[in-house]
């Protein structure tokens, strides 16, 4: 089998649902030929390993471990879901305190024993803000970490591909930016159904302003939706979409949708975000965002909630004011 690399691939988090799926597909998408598994829960650590051996895999190299040195020493890449799962009645922020002190440690376990790592990416909740506390006390560059934001985007795509009842990839560009969580800017103008504007189809026979209000309502909503459904969060497309974005910094596929990424701009300050980006071997490159007025407004109350969720961290002791940013994290202006 061939590998994109036979750099370390260090999947944290591998012995829960999203982990484990994560580990097999890196294997089947031919990531990398040298993959450790890390999670505190040794046996479920163990039986993830001994599932991933039955499998028969060919040409890669799988260890697993429940000591967070040796799973991280001269790791290359980093996926990370090691952080509590969100229950019915729960949302994104409610995970905040125990998630964000998980991240804190995390960052600090990167900088100690993988400064080297060439790209994280980050996924359990509120990973906007997760992100943020890795970044931060890792001492890595923006450019090397991301958070899974995509989810909202690929929801999107299938409401509509439901409601149009069409074939998804018939349906294109469809993108969230902002928060991940119920607070997202949710974009039209982007998006295209079988080639057409979304835009020119709203508020038409083919779907009605209600219709299409409806549909933002159940993006924002997928996750509790999937919670509703199965008993438990999602762990397929979560583990799926992530693994595309560390093959992308791995210089493979391009990653097809926005990133949380770190933003400080004129007009967005601080902020780990769903962003448009490119995710390559050198690192994130930030793209333009640009949407109709009133998504730019969304865009704008997302990130609002945001800042509050940081300034809430901040409140807590996680992060220190962000004056003192810079002193924490040299790449931090």
């Given at each position: 089998m061939n590998f994109l690399t036979d750099k370390k691939l260090t999947i944290v988090g591998a012995a829960g649902m999203i982990g484990s799926?994560?580990?097999?597909t890196a294997i089947m998408m031919g990531l990398s030929s040298n993959i450790c598994l890390y999670d505190p829960y040794e046996p479920g650590l163990a039986g993830v390993a001994e599932e991933l051996f039955h499998c028969g895999f060919e040409g890669v190299n799988i260890t697993f471990t429940s000591n967070i040195k040796e799973a991280l020493t001269d790791a290359q890449y980093i996926v990370n879901s090691g952080g509590a799962a969100r229950k019915a009645g729960m949302t994104r922020e409610d995970l905040l305190k125990g998630n964000a002190a998980i991240a804190e440690e995390f960052g600090k376990n990167v900088k100690a024993y993988c400064p080297d790592v060439k790209h994280i990416v980050i996924i359990f909740n509120p990973a906007d803000i997760t992100g943020l506390i890795t970044l931060l006390y890792s001492g890595l560059k923006p450019s090397q970490v991301t958070t899974l934001a995509a989810l909202d985007s690929?929801?999107?795509?299938?409401?509509?591909a439901k409601h149009f009842k069409v074939a998804m990839d018939k349906v294109e560009n469809c993108r969230t930016y902002g928060g991940h969580g119920e607070q997202?800017?949710?974009?039209?103008?982007?998006?295209?159904?079988?080639?057409?504007?979304?835009?020119?189809l709203i508020g038409t026979d083919a779907l009605s302003k209600e219709q299409w209000a409806e549909i933002q309502q159940k993006v924002i909503k997928g996750g509790a939706n999937i919670i509703n459904l199965r008993g438990?969060?999602?762990?397929?497309?979560?583990?799926?979409?992530?693994?595309?974005?560390?093959?992308?910094?791995?210089?493979?596929?391009?990653?097809?949708?926005?990133?949380?990424?770190?933003?400080?701009?004129?007009?967005?300050?601080?902020i780990m975000m769903a962003w448009e980006t490119s995710i390559t071997k050198n690192?994130?490159?930030l793209e333009n965002v640009k949407g109709t007025p009133e998504e730019e407004e969304a865009l704008e109350k997302s990130y609002k909630h945001l800042c509050e969720l940081?300034?809430?961290v901040i409140s807590m002791g996680v992060l220190p004011p962000i004056s003192e940013w810079h002193k924490l994290n040299p790449n931090i202006d």
């Open positions: 799926n994560m580990a097999q690929t929801r999107l795509r299938s409401e509509l997202m800017a949710v974009f039209a103008s982007t998006a295209k159904v079988k080639g057409q504007p979304l835009t020119e438990r969060s999602s762990f397929q497309s979560p583990a799926y979409v992530s693994i595309e974005m560390i093959a992308a910094a791995m210089g493979g596929k391009a990653f097809r949708w926005p990133a949380g990424t770190y933003i400080s701009n004129n007009k967005f300050d601080h690192g994130v490159i940081r300034d809430e």
